[in-house]
């Protein structure tokens, strides 16, 4: 069974991610870390539940790595694109107990698992050979947490929780027997829709709020 790790707000750069989520949730989220060996960064937010907001943009005084970056952000055109066109809540990740295996069967929608960091790995995530996002964003990216989950201790807790998360797809049932197939614990509700768009309902202390 795949469980939702967290949601990727996935940005152009991190002030603007920071400055959308402070207009759609009221909240203003703390620098999370830099990954060295993506050439990306990211803060964070936990969600309740074991689950955590993201928001990753490429890390302009990063090192580039020697393979494609996870969720695109090679592609900074299409970054900026996906954002101009109010596609920010981008995507989400999966926490898988056995990658390897699932990837055996289903490693042409997700890619590689790539162990990280490359030097002293802690986990596995699956990217495809050219960093592209699954589906474009409508699978979800898998880690592995290798029996070492994510410590929400590290990730503040400003009081926000997920309620519920929505993707409209213009093939929703194929999307949505994609899910039942991985045996996916809160997968996205999926509707119709012209093209890969999320929301997510989260419940703030100053009441609820809609993230796109």
Same mark, same amino acid.
């Given at each position: 069974?795949l469980k939702?790790?967290?949601?990727t707000? &996935? ?6 991610? $920071?400055?959308?989520i402070r *207009?759609?949730?009221g909240?203003?989220v703390? +620098?999370? /870390?830099r990954?060295?060996?993506?050439? /990306? ?5 936990? !969600?309740g539940?074991? &689950?955590?907001?993201?928001? @990753?943009?490429? *890390?302009?005084?990063? /090192?580039?790595?020697?393979?494609a ?9 299409? @970054?900026? #694109?996906?954002?101009?066109?109010? #596609?920010?809540?981008?995507?989400? $990740? ?14 042409s ?5 790539v162990?990280?960091? +490359?030097?002293r790995?802690?986990?596995? +995530?699956?990217?495809?050979? *050219? ?7 409508? =699978?979800?990216?898998? &880690?592995?947490? #290798?029996?070492e989950?994510t410590s929400?201790?590290? &990730?503040?807790?400003?009081? =926000?929780?997920? $309620?519920?998360?929505t !993707? ?7 999307v ?10 809160r997968a996205p =509700? ?5 093209? @890969? ?15 796109t």
């Amino acid at each position: 069974m795949l469980k939702l790790d967290h949601l990727t707000v &996935i940005a152009p750069t991190l002030a603007e991610g $920071v400055g959308h989520i402070r *207009d759609c949730l009221g909240l203003e989220v703390p +620098f999370g /870390t830099r990954h060295h060996y993506m050439g /990306t960064h990211n803060h964070r937010l936990q !969600l309740g539940d074991g &689950i955590y907001l993201e928001i @990753v943009a490429l *890390d302009p005084d990063g /090192t580039p790595p020697n393979r494609a970056r996870w969720f695109g952000l090679d592609d900074q055109e299409q @970054v900026r #694109r996906d954002w101009d066109d109010g #596609r920010r809540l981008r995507g989400w $990740v999966a926490a898988a107990q056995s990658l390897q295996t699932l990837l055996a069967t289903h490693g042409s929608v997700f890619g590689d698992e790539v162990s990280l960091p +490359f030097v002293r790995p802690e986990f596995g +995530f699956s990217i495809p050979d *050219d960093g592209t996002l699954p589906m474009d964003g409508a =699978a979800p990216s898998l &880690i592995d947490h #290798r029996n070492e989950p994510t410590s929400m201790a590290e &990730i503040p807790d400003l009081g =926000a929780r997920l $309620v519920s998360l929505t !993707l409209e797809h213009p093939e929703p049932d194929a999307v949505s027997a994609l899910y039942r197939e991985l045996s996916i614990d809160r997968a996205p =509700a999926v509707d119709l829709g012209l093209r @890969v768009r999320y929301r997510a309902l989260i419940k703030t202390p100053s009441g609820l709020k809609q993230l796109t």
